[in-house]
């Protein structure tokens, strides 16, 4: 059963190394049996997007007063969202314990991306073309876009290799893009899984070093 507590969305680590894996990493404590939904509702989807960087203040303010005015269309784009969200997760997560993902899962992605390419267009950039959203009055697409493109992009990328899962103790499950020059990174921080990971190291060494006799 996921915990429905909220927390400030502003406050969550982004430390997937690429969107579709930090939206994936939008509930807390994925493999622990109390997983915590971060994503509430509409306005929290819009106050993440402004919190990875996605949307300016300006724009999520007026977003998040359209989404108050329109509640039943945010909250379809809400849950489609939220579904996406799992099947990334499902999809990279396999993929991280070298294990094939469904079906079902690839089947989604790949309708969202290409239901989605109806809406995007090719424009000049500053280093040749580039893809564009094309439906500016509806950002929630173009959020749902964006997140699906990341992942299609990771997915079928030479470092699809490089995704791992956190095995934090406290059921962490996030996932993280690996580039460290070795392929040693095991956490999906240091300040948070990783530091809880040496301090129970320490206190096993210390319990083990009471427990042996005096010689």
């Keep these: ?43 929290d989807l819009l106050k993440w997007s402004h919190h990875v960087g996605l949307l300016q203040e300006e724009l999520a303010r007026r977003l998040l007063e359209d989404a108050r005015e329109h509640p039943t269309e945010a909250s379809m784009w809400y849950e489609q969202a939220l579904a996406l969200r799992e099947v990334i997760y499902r999809i990279f997560s396999a993929s991280a314990r070298r294990m094939r993902p ?25 280093a040749g073309f580039a893809w564009v959203w094309g439906d500016e009055e509806n950002w929630y697409g173009h959020l749902v876009w964006l997140v699906a493109k990341s992942a299609v992009e990771q997915l079928t990328s030479q470092d699809l290799h490089q995704v791992k899962e956190c095995p934090g103790s406290k059921g962490c499950g996030w996932l993280f893009l690996d580039t460290s020059k070795n392929g040693s990174r095991q956490w999906c921080s240091m300040e948070g899984c990783g ?13 083990r070093a009471i427990a042996e006799p005096l010689s």
């Excluded at 915990?3 to 690429?18: A, Q, T, Y």
């Excluded at 530091?195 to 319990?207: E, I, M």
Aim: include cysteine.
């Design 1 to 43: 059963m996921i915990d429905k507590r909220e927390s400030p969305v502003e406050e969550l680590r982004l430390v997937g190394g690429r969107l579709c894996l930090d939206f994936a990493n939008t509930i807390d404590a994925r493999s622990s049996t109390h997983p915590h939904e971060c994503l509430h509702s509409a306005a």
């Design 195 to 207: 530091s809880r990971a040496k301090r129970q190291r320490q206190y096993r060494r210390q319990r």
């Design 102 to 126: 469904g079906a079902d899962d690839l089947a989604h992605l790949s309708t969202t991306y290409a239901a989605a390419l109806m809406y995007a267009r090719i424009v000049p950039a500053q």
